[in-house]
């Protein structure tokens, strides 16, 4: 390395040489270009400044695995790009795929930081994208707003305590307590036995549902159901015979677990053919996208799951104006497709970015989009977003419901998602009730 | 019972694991060429059927009479076009152009399907069983499954044993030299090879599309265990694959049944232990000098 520069340097002289300038020429020169780039940057022309674009870095997995949550990236960065254009400040957004890939995300948010200069990072897209990218801006000292995976999975593996709390990276999502604690909101809508079977995946968010200690199942003993937990399984697993046995031997009437759409469907299919019948299945992560319920096929009928954001809930964006209903319709409208859940809060990402470049001191330091991050006080299309009453200083929740895919025979798509149970958030009207399943002969 | 049910239930599994390897297996076989685009290759067929249902408006077992030929011509095309300048005494160039492959298939895929993942509707085949008892219950899905996986191995198997072109093929596999001396066209050899293996992954990939739902990046995750069903049972022999398939379906059944866990471990730990104790698998019919 030292060689080649000793090299280069040795080439310039030999061609500066050859121009007829001598070496103290060059210094000479060099010192006054020097000292005149000091000048331009002491006193910068204001007017040049303030045309500088503020810039906002935002990453997500367009391709990979979980791809599924960026899907309505382009619809909604699309949309707020034309907003932002008609803002006095221009606004620039970069955006970054992390490849559902752990360190690829943490090198393109290294990128945007320490290349693009970003002065706000926005990230919004499961563990795997939101840890690494919260990571390097807390190193790197940008001011980081991230949501779309319970907050526990995002404070909990990066190192954050509730005494020494995170300076640049704020969240809001809800957590595991809200998710156990719908469950236990609905199942009691139907009469059951009360036994309860619970598959979940060996993966970081199987493994956390799945903890003896704050998991699921202290939570349901507590609540007198009993419990049939078998030790958790790979994720692409093909043969799901022995929970299915163990779920058929207790005479399961609830099935439960946390696990990936393609093995819930394999579990499902298996379960069907092997005669288990239970009346309620909820299952969460899997049942999320209407299109892998829509795989599930005719099976899929009144399956439950979590629910965070549908068209349905009664807020509105503070970017447009637009209702909950107003934007899925959008999407619908636009893409053809139904909508999904991430919509919502990729929207409210940008709603929160907007704010507080509008409230910043100065939006290009980070310094100062921090203070205002902090302060932000916002009514979006998910929810109202004020960090400081959250469960940890950096976290914010947002309400979290309980739902339950229902075929629509005459709607434009095969199954719609219903709020059943608002027990947690009241606030969230209900689409129906919450219905058995049902089985033929 | 219940250990009746377990062994049962692995091994139709074992029957999906043997269809998924016997391409892999007639392409290493023939031509010592692993394809890392094996899974993708398999998804690939699935998005075929997607596009030939959603053309026609065919069940997904109809759309195999297009999926199947279509996968032959591309396997046929695939090797005289790319793979054959690959191939020579360094195994490295396949290797790396087949991983480049699984990588272009799954963004091409990725862009032209989205993420969303799909599945192959056959709303009543999908469940449907026989019960046998209370604890027994064999679906009909995996039963046609392992049944489709007989056929095509003893189809191939036939092809290899009872007929000239299967003659050109153990031989060229043998010793490719010789072979050309005796008057076979290597070239277009291989490319019939690439090109049946490509047949049979196609019909693994709508069988799998129809037992679970897929999505582009799915593949490489179904390349392990066809690989591992390839070494268990032994090259060149495709009856070896079937019964490698049965024993890995076998071996993470049973190893589930002790804890779920222990599902895919038990599968590598009986891997593991042919590869130690039978380096050429169970039933190996090719010549390596």
Redesign the interface.
């Known amino acids: 390395m030292k060689n080649s520069h000793d090299g280069n340097n040795r080439a310039k002289q030999n061609r500066r040489m050859s121009l007829g300038v001598d070496r103290r020429t060059v210094i000479r020169r060099g010192g006054g270009a020097l000292a005149a780039a000091a000048l331009a940057s002491t006193f910068p022309s204001p007017r040049i400044r303030a045309a500088q674009p503020v810039k906002i870095g935002y990453v997500s997995p367009q391709t990979g695995p979980l791809a599924p949550f960026a899907e309505a990236d382009d619809f909604i960065i699309g949309g707020v790009r034309e907003l932002f254009k008609k803002q006095s400040r221009p606004i620039e957004i970069i955006v970054k795929d992390s490849q559902t890939n752990s360190n690829r995300a943490s090198e393109v948010a290294a990128d945007l930081i320490l290349k693009d200069k970003v002065s706000l990072m926005l990230v919004g897209a499961a563990p795997e994208t939101n840890n690494p990218v919260a990571d390097q801006c807390e190193l790197n000292e940008v001011p980081c707003v991230s949501t779309v995976s319970p907050w526990q999975s995002w404070f909990i593996p990066r190192g954050g305590k509730p005494d020494k709390p995170f300076k640049w990276t704020y969240h809001y999502f809800w957590g595991l307590e809200d998710a156990i604690g719908i469950l236990l909101d609905m199942w009691p809508q139907i009469q059951t036995n009360r036994v309860v079977g619970a598959a979940f995946a060996n993966d970081p968010d199987g493994n956390a549902w799945g903890n003896d200690v704050f998991g699921l199942p202290p939570a349901l003993i507590k609540a007198k159901y009993k419990l049939i937990h078998p030790p958790h399984f790979q994720t692409l697993t093909d043969n799901f015979t022995s929970q299915i046995s163990a779920f058929k031997e207790a005479d399961c009437e609830i099935i439960t677990g946390n696990m990936i759409p393609p093995d819930f469907t394999t579990f499902w299919t298996q379960a069907y053919q092997q005669g288990l019948k239970p009346k309620i299945v909820t299952i969460t992560k899997a049942l999320l996208f209407p299109a892998s319920v829509e795989s599930v096929g005719d099976t899929a009928n009144n399956l439950s799951c979590e629910v965070w954001w549908t068209p349905h809930f009664p807020y509105k964006s503070s970017l447009t104006g637009q209702s909950a209903a107003q934007l899925g319709a959008a999407y619908t409208q636009a893409t053809k497709k139904q909508w999904t859940q991430p919509i919502g809060f990729v929207h409210s990402l940008f709603e929160v970015a907007a704010d507080v470049i509008k409230r910043s001191a100065d939006p290009r330091d980070p310094a100062a989009n921090l203070a205002a991050v902090i302060k932000t006080n916002l009514q979006t299309i998910v929810g109202p977003i004020a960090w400081g009453k959250g469960p940890v200083k950096n976290v914010v929740k947002t309400p979290l419901v309980s739902g339950q895919w229902r075929r629509t025979p005459n709607g434009p798509f095969k199954y719609e998602l219903l709020v059943v149970a608002n027990g947690l958030a009241p606030q969230i009207p209900l689409d129906g009730k919450f219905e058995v399943l049902t089985y033929k002969s | 019972m219940?250990w009746i049910?377990?062994i049962i239930?692995?091994a139709l599994?074992g029957g999906?694991?043997a269809l998924f390897a016997t391409g892999l297996s007639l392409m290493f076989g023939v031509m010592r060429i692993i394809n890392l685009a094996h899974g993708d290759f398999i998804v690939l067929s699935a998005y075929l059927a997607v596009v030939v249902i959603n053309c026609i408006g065919v069940n997904p077992l109809v759309a195999l009479a297009v999926v199947v030929p279509l996968m032959f011509g591309v396997g046929y095309l695939l090797q005289r076009g790319l793979l054959n300048f690959t191939m020579g005494s360094d195994i490295l160039p396949p290797l790396l152009v087949t991983f480049g492959l699984s990588v272009v298939i799954q963004?091409v895929l990725?862009e032209l399907f989205?993420?969303?993942?799909?599945?192959l509707?056959l709303?009543w085949l999908?469940?449907?069983?026989v019960?046998i008892g209370d604890?027994l219950?064999?679906?009909?899905?995996?039963t046609s499954v392992f049944v489709v996986a007989v056929i095509v191995i003893g189809g191939i198997e036939f092809m290899l044993y009872r007929t000239d072109l299967g003659r050109a093929f153990r031989a060229t596999s043998d010793d490719p030299d010789t072979a050309r001396l005796y008057g076979v066209n290597n070239r277009n050899i291989y490319a019939l090879a690439t090109a049946i293996a490509l047949a049979v992954v196609s019909i693994a990939g709508v069988l799998f599309g129809i037992?679970?739902?897929?999505?582009p990046?799915?593949g490489p995750?179904r390349l392990l265990y066809a690989f591992e069903v390839v070494i268990i049972g032994g090259l060149g022999s495709l009856w070896g694959t079937l019964a490698g398939g049965i024993i890995l379906?076998v071996a993470?059944?049973i190893g589930?049944?002790f804890?779920?866990?222990w599902?895919?471990?038990a599968g590598h730990v009986v891997f593991l232990v042919v590869l130690l104790f039978r380096p050429r698998g169970l039933f190996p019919k090719t010549f390596d000098p």
Not at chain 2, 137 to 142: K, N, S
């Open positions: 219940y049910n377990t239930q692995g599994v999906l694991y963004n990725l989205s993420a969303d993942s799909r599945r509707q709303p999908e469940t449907a069983s019960r604890q219950a064999i679906g009909l899905m995996p037992r679970t739902i897929f999505d990046t799915i995750a379906g993470q059944a589930a049944a804890d779920p866990s599902d895919t471990l």
